[in-house]
């Protein structure tokens, strides 16, 4: 009795289980596609990115010289000319550097006026010593020619020999203080020139007391207040910053690597700042710098965006959503992007068996094997680089390969290989040339997804339920 009831348990059981799968697998057979159409309109292929509006030209004014800030004349927002005092350093102390070099000059030239009438002297000397010479000279010569007429000794010709050449060394003598007097003269001369040097360089630095603008501007930025002591040393401490020009600025935005080469200056761009929802101000690209940023191992170049300011609406330091047209198409065949992401199991492109082989693009670009719709984790991903994704999809180069679906005549799906142009990050260009299928027309319904009958979590298509045992 115990065995019949044990067996009649067990057959409810295997019912029971039985009906759950023929459940699970009708409601498998029960899938249905998700789809949306070919539409024709206008495509336009962008580069999106975010960055800093900046003004086109920042000053720093620092100081060069150290002390105390006396007078503070300007603060945030105060509009400025060139030349027009900043700020004021005490001057006291380099007022009195200026009057000490001052009579260091004054006392330099007197010592040159010194040594010029000490050569003076020592020129006259020599002028004296050349006419005793001279004398000497000649009375030796009346001496001698006396003692050849033997009208006196020989002993008064040598007395005279004797005076010549006293004269003549002391000729040599002067001639030498003149040369000392000479370098005298040259060496307060020097000093007068250092001494006028240490005067205009005290000069220049009272003058840098005083802390004028270099251009005009605004000032957005003082990191200084009155009474504070600034010291300068091998780098000049910030005092303001100042722009010189809010009415024509620019945002410098970091594109990535792969999208890089498709800047060019003079492409329009476009932008968003969240001080103005809903407000998107135009630009053009004036620049794209060379010098490549790393940061965690992704490579961003600065593009500059250059715009008009003259609302004055947009201010230093905002944060911009940036977006560059780099291609655009006219009155196309386009379809979703999500169309190309589906993957239905065990349904193939016929190009594949009997078609030409597809070029290398085709294997490397959109027609390699995808997760269908809700497989989740279960395929394995290659890690992407931030900004992929729609911005990626945005920037497909022309006459890449994919992979579309249809629904056949017969209700089932059909795979198809199409030619993709430039895509706007959810619509995508469809090339048509000579050998396009026919089915790709205006208005035609590509899948875009799955769903279940029951309107239950969409499981990727093609893949039925497991029976329980």
Do not use: C
């Not at 961003?300 to 004055?312: D, I, K, L, M, Q």
């Not at 693009?361 to 992407?384: F, I, L, V």
């Amino acid at each position: 009795m115990k065995k019949r009831v044990w067996l009649a348990g067990l057959l409810v059981v295997a019912v029971a289980g039985g009906a759950f799968w023929w459940s699970q697998r009708a409601g498998a057979d029960a899938v249905q596609y998700r789809s949306a159409k070919i539409e024709r309109g206008n495509l336009q292929a962008t580069v999106a990115s975010s960055g800093a509006v900046n003004p086109v030209a920042l000053v720093t004014v620092g100081t060069q010289v150290s002390g105390q800030i006396r007078d503070l004349l300007v603060d945030f927002n105060s509009e400025v000319k060139a030349g027009q005092l900043l700020a004021q350093i005490d001057p006291e102390t380099f007022e009195y550097r200026v009057r000490s070099a001052q009579a260091d000059v004054d006392a330099a030239r007197a010592a040159v006026a010194t040594a010029q009438a000490n050569l003076l002297a020592a020129q006259t000397q020599v002028s004296r010593a050349q006419v005793d010479l001279t004398e000497a000279q000649r009375d030796l010569d009346r001496k001698q020619s006396l003692v050849e007429k033997q009208f006196i000794a020989q002993s008064e010709a040598d007395k005279a020999r004797a005076l010549v050449n006293t004269s003549r060394e002391a000729l040599k003598a002067v001639l030498a203080q003149v040369g000392v007097a000479q370098a005298g003269v040259k060496s307060a001369e020097a000093s007068v020139a250092q001494r006028e040097a240490a005067l205009a360089q005290a000069r220049i630095d009272l003058a840098r007391t005083r802390i004028t603008s270099p251009v005009n501007g605004i000032v957005i930025k003082r990191a200084i207040e009155r009474g504070q002591t600034v010291a300068a040393s091998l780098q000049a401490p910030e005092l303001f910053t100042i722009a010189q020009n809010l009415r024509d600025m620019q945002v410098e935005a970091a594109i990535d690597e792969s999208d890089v080469g498709r800047l060019r200056t003079g492409q329009k761009a476009s932008f968003t700042v969240d001080a103005y929802p809903g407000q998107t101000f135009e630009g053009q690209i004036r620049q794209v710098r060379k010098a490549a940023s790393n940061v965690a191992n992704v490579v961003t170049y600065v593009a500059v965006v250059g715009f008009s300011n003259t609302e004055g609406k947009l201010l230093p330091g905002m944060t911009a959503n940036v977006r560059v047209v780099t291609d655009e198409r006219a009155d196309v065949l386009k379809l979703p992007n999500s169309a190309m992401r589906v993957r239905i199991a065990g349904v193939e492109p016929p190009e594949r068996a009997k078609g030409p082989a597809a070029p290398a693009s085709a294997a490397a670009g959109t027609d390699r094997p995808t997760p269908a719709a809700g497989e989740g984790t279960a395929a394995a991903h290659k890690p992407r680089p931030a900004g992929d994704g729609a911005a990626r999809d945005a920037g497909r180069t022309p006459s890449n390969w994919g992979r579309i679906y249809m629904t056949g005549a017969d209700g089932k799906p059909k795979a198809l290989r199409v030619r993709l142009g430039v895509s706007d990050g959810s619509m995508t260009e469809l090339l048509m040339g000579p050998h396009a299928p026919a089915e790709l027309v205006e208005g035609a319904e590509v899948i875009v997804g799955t769903k279940t009958a029951a309107g239950s979590t969409a499981k990727p298509a093609g893949a039925g339920p497991r029976p329980p045992f």
